[in-house]
């Protein structure tokens, strides 16, 4: 999430000339290769042997006790009204569900159903799957918009509309692109590029200083995309760490898995870099005007980073731990050897995750500093090495 820095000092016809000629041939490319790569219809087809998905309301439950030695907890079952899908109208029997992570039905209970009449032979033809829960998801979203407009203001509404942007990328080219079968790195800095161009200038505004950040964003995703190439084939990943990756290894033959690792890590690093790099470049157009050399420009700027960077490398190691919770827990719970469980495939991709990332991370200071050093206007007689004359300071103590 990115802070409101406030209005940015305005830049001279010099500076805006050079963040120009480097940013619109960026853009322009980015563009032709959202249009080149943008992918077709890539709708999943129909499963001829699955079910088909309802809506339903729980009318009535029915339970009862369970035999000697069942493994389950609760027997019975339970009267559903239909309200979408297959059935609509009617009032259907089904088994109370079963197996970890169940939850009882009661009276009332919104339910997802599964239609599939052959699933076994002289069973129910509907089975409860989940829970409906888009009325709640609903609201939760609708307070969370209100909370960013009542503090935001307008500012709240331009970040709310770079989100939008940001979902609408992930969801009509990102996704549909690596699952037509393009490459999944390529595919993700295409798609990176395209959010931190609408996302910022929409937050930000069109100014010098918000084209500063996206030119370091753009070269720290460059570096977190090819650290993670160079460790992930180092490492010998095949991107088959976790249950969803195997689902996708049978599902989608052809589909590159480790590309699809690398894919997430720049996305997932793009969240953090564009704070650290738009508070960079703001930092250097404040502090531009009392500055005596660009280099000296660029060693406070940094200083201030490094308190900044230091929050911002805790917050992507701990987004990375609170995601991976389950396998952590599964960790401290095996008997397995640490060094074994730490080079197993599951978990190291997770340290490839969170190392790449803070790297990246990490970057973005001295790459955003120096470009907003390189382009800062520092007046008539500064330079690289150009400190104020001593006479001029004794002239302004008189």
């Not at 729980?58 to 369970?66: K, R, S």
């Not at 002289?122 to 960013?148: C, E, F, K, N």
């Not at 007689?381 to 302004?396: K, N």
Request: glycine residues 10%; neutral net charge.
């Amino acid at each position: 999430m990115s802070h409101d820095h406030g209005p940015p000092p305005a830049a001279s016809r010099r500076t805006r000339r050079i963040v120009t000629a480097v940013l619109v041939p960026a853009a322009l490319a980015t563009l032709v290769a959202l249009i080149l790569l943008w992918p077709g219809d890539v709708s999943a087809e129909p499963d001829p042997g699955g079910g088909q998905r309802a809506l339903a309301t729980v009318t009535a439950v029915a339970e009862q006790t369970c035999p000697a030695g069942a493994s389950q907890q609760r027997c019975g079952s339970a009267t559903v009204r239909v309200t979408e899908g297959p059935g609509a109208g009617a009032d259907q029997t089904v088994d109370l569900p079963q197996g970890p992570g169940t939850s009882a039905l009661h009276v009332g209970d919104d339910v997802v159903l599964l239609y599939y009449p052959d699933a076994v032979p002289g069973g129910r033809a509907y089975t409860v799957v989940d829970r409906q829960r888009s009325a709640p998801m609903m609201w939760l979203v609708a307070v969370a918009v209100a909370v960013i407009l009542a503090f935001g203001r307008w500012r709240g509404l331009t970040s709310l509309a770079g989100l939008a942007v940001s979902f609408g990328l992930l969801l009509l080219f990102v996704v549909p692109a690596i699952l037509d079968g393009s490459p999944p790195l390529l595919i993700a800095v295409v798609g990176a590029s395209a959010i931190m161009f609408a996302a910022l200038y929409l937050t930000h505004g069109v100014n010098v200083h918000t084209s500063v950040a996206v030119a370091g964003t753009l070269a720290s995703l460059v570096l977190t995309g090819v650290l993670g190439a160079v460790f992930s084939s180092a490492m010998h990943l095949t991107g088959l760490g976790s249950d969803d990756s195997s689902s996708l290894a049978v599902t989608r033959t052809g589909l590159d898995l480790r590309g699809l690792l690398l894919a997430g890590i720049v996305i997932g690093a793009l969240g953090v870099l564009d704070d650290v790099t738009v508070t960079q470049a703001v930092t250097v157009a404040e502090m531009t005007p009392g500055a005596t050399s660009r280099w000296a420009l660029y060693r406070a700027a940094t200083r201030v980073g490094r308190a900044h960077v230091a929050s911002a490398v805790n917050t992507i190691v701990l987004a990375y731990a609170g995601a991976s919770l389950p396998l952590l827990l599964l960790i401290a719970a095996s008997s397995e050897p640490i060094s074994d469980l730490l080079t197993s495939e599951y978990l190291a991709q997770e340290i490839l995750r969170s190392a790449v990332g803070t790297i990246g991370l990490v970057a973005s200071v001295p790459i955003t500093t120096a470009l907003a050093a390189l382009v800062a206007d520092l007046g008539p007689g500064t330079g690289p090495a150009a400190p104020e004359p001593r006479a001029g300071r004794h002239a302004r103590r008189g």
